[in-house]
């Protein structure tokens, strides 16, 4: 942004961050008023408003122009910064050995769905190389949310069942996330009238108590209409954690659509069944990010690649787009 300062960038970012003046003058160690004097001078040069002085304070749509650009000049700054090897924070070596220095690691915002994050989103991240000197900043949100944070420049990249990209984003095929209809035999025997191999119109599963992520999750729903023919609403159990949710389905709470990646295991010993072999709901998954050159950027998304790759099914035909608020990209719900 022509004519804007390095402090003025970082104390917007910081205020955003922290949701408040006062927690972002603590985080950059000066006073409050300082903060707003900052950000003053920056919607000053601007000529528009860039923050909502709420509780949490948020961005208007000029702000997101302008946070997008100084987050985009942080993460340049640090990779140069990396190259030149500035970025290195001091260690003392061993008794009597040579003082050593290693790379200060550089923050990377991603957001990305629950279902993902509790299956195989982490191993990407943990597969980067060694030489690669990054932090995470992990958002899990639900579709519209996402959107808007790839739009804001809060995140820098985003796993997401929104195949159109962002402006200012590039946007590829991850792969398919398939979920499977489980209960656990008891719930089978005690609600499904033992009934566990596909004849789902005759099981009683329209009025069998299911489990949903949240309110907004709508993939038990979507399946029920889709083998059933109609909309029943049977009792729920809400459940707002992937892993809780796994395990609360094979407690018997109730039945749930359980990722394969979740679920593959516990079927094969008997602790699940499955209640329509053969049958399943698969939601297409997409990576978003800046178009921004970064090789850090880069060798996240390779990882997240390579990762997919294995852990997802591949698109063998045109990606089906998300039908309603599923859970299973970060472009659905926060599942």
Known sequence: MIGSTPDQLATLRALVEEGSFEAAAQRLHVTQPAVSQRVKQLERLVGQVLVRRTLPVSTTAAGDVVLRYARQVQLLEAEAAAELGHGTAGGAGGAGGPASTRPVPTSVALAVNADSLGTWFLGALASLPSTVAAVFDLHREDQEHTTSLLRSGTVLAAVTSTREPVQGCSSEPLGLMRYRAVASPGFVERWLDGDGDGRLADSGLATAPMIDFDRADDLQQRFLREELGHDPRPPRTFVPATADFARAVELGLGWGMLPEQQCADLLVDGRLVDLAPGRAIDVALWWQRWTLPSPLLDA??????????????????????????SRGGAASVDR
Not at 312 to 322: C, E, G, Q, W, Y
Request: glycine share 4%; no cysteine; proline share 19%.
């Open 300 to 325: 996240v998304t390779d990882a997240v690649r390579a990762t997919a790759a294995r852990e997802l099914r591949p698109v063998t035909r045109p990606a089906p787009p998300a039908v309603g608020p």
